[in-house]
C-alpha cells in the first residue's frame, strides 16, 4: 500500500461544479502539502499545514480551499471549479524535523 | 481555446553515460536542497539531499554539487540507465519556512540506448 494515497486518481468536472480531492498517509508525519503542477512549471504550493489545527496558504491559494480531518487527512477543495485549474495536483507529507517530502500518486483534474 | 504549455529543458544522453542535470535556485538565503525524480504518471520520488553547510554528497550512482557563490546545483547520475529516464527537479528551503519546497521548473531526461 502507498503511504501517501490521492483519491481520486483521475477527475473530470464542468466549470461551476464544487469538487474535493482527498489524501490520505500512513507516514505519521505531521505536515501534509496540496500541490499543483502544470506542464513546465515545476510544482506550486497550494496550502500546507503543519498540524491538525494548523492551516497555511501557499502561493497559489486564491480559489481554493482545505479541511485538515485528521493528522492523517488532508483534503483540498474546489468551491466554484474553472478550466484554468486544470493540473495535475499532488498531495505530501514530510516529518518536522526531515525537510524530505513525500507524494502521493496524483490527481489529474479536468475542468470543463 | 488551446493551451500551449511551457517545453521542458530536455538532457538527451546515451545509456551508460554519465549525465549531468543543472539548477540554479533563486533564494541566496535557501539552506536545504533536495533532488526529486518524476517518472510518467507518478508522484515526485526523492533521490537525494544537501544542506548548505556541504558542497557536495553522494548516494547510490548519484552525486549532487552546490555551488552557493552562484546559486548553482548540479545532479550527477553515473552510468546512466534507461530507468532514469524522467523529470528531474531540484527544490529548496529555507530554515524559516521548513517545510515549504520552492520548486524548479524540472528537466526531462531521455536516456537513448
Known amino acids: 500500500d502507498a503511504d501517501v494515497t490521492q483519491t481520486p486518481r483521475n477527475r473530470i468536472t464542468k466549470t461551476g461544479k464544487r469538487i474535493m480531492l482527498e489524501c490520505s498517509q500512513t507516514k505519521g508525519h505531521d505536515r501534509m502539502y496540496w500541490y499543483r503542477q502544470d506542464p513546465g512549471l515545476g510544482l506550486r504550493l497550494i496550502y500546507y499545514?503543519?498540524?491538525?489545527?494548523?492551516?497555511n496558504k501557499g502561493e497559489i491559494s486564491d480559489g481554493y480551499s482545505v479541511s485538515r480531518q485528521a493528522q492523517a487527512k488532508f483534503s483540498l477543495s474546489l468551491e466554484s471549479a474553472i478550466p484554468n485549474q486544470t493540473a495535475l495536483y499532488f498531495c505530501?507529507?514530510?516529518?518536522?524535523?526531515?525537510?524530505?517530502?513525500?507524494f502521493g500518486q496524483g490527481t489529474r483534474l479536468t475542468v470543463v | 481555446g488551446e493551451s500551449v504549455g511551457l517545453h521542458l529543458p530536455t538532457l538527451s544522453v546515451q545509456e551508460g553515460d554519465n549525465s549531468i542535470i543543472n539548477c540554479a535556485y533563486s533564494?541566496?538565503?535557501?539552506?536545504?536542497f533536495i533532488w526529486y525524480k518524476q517518472e510518467s504518471g507518478k508522484g515526485p520520488q526523492f533521490i537525494i539531499d544537501i544542506r548548505s553547510n556541504m558542497d557536495k554528497r553522494q548516494g547510490q550512482r548519484v552525486t549532487v554539487l552546490l555551488n552557493k557563490t552562484v546559486k548553482h546545483l548540479s545532479l550527477q547520475i553515473a552510468a546512466t540507465q534507461p530507468g532514469d529516464s524522467a523529470v528531474y527537479f531540484c527544490a529548496e528551503m529555507t530554515t524559516d519556512s521548513w517545510g515549504k519546497l520552492q520548486f524548479g521548473a524540472g528537466t526531462q531526461v531521455v536516456v537513448t540506448p
Open positions: 533564494n541566496s538565503a535557501s539552506d536545504y
Open positions: 505530501a507529507t514530510s516529518d518536522r524535523a526531515k525537510g524530505e517530502a513525500f
Open positions: 499545514s503543519f498540524d491538525v489545527k494548523d492551516i
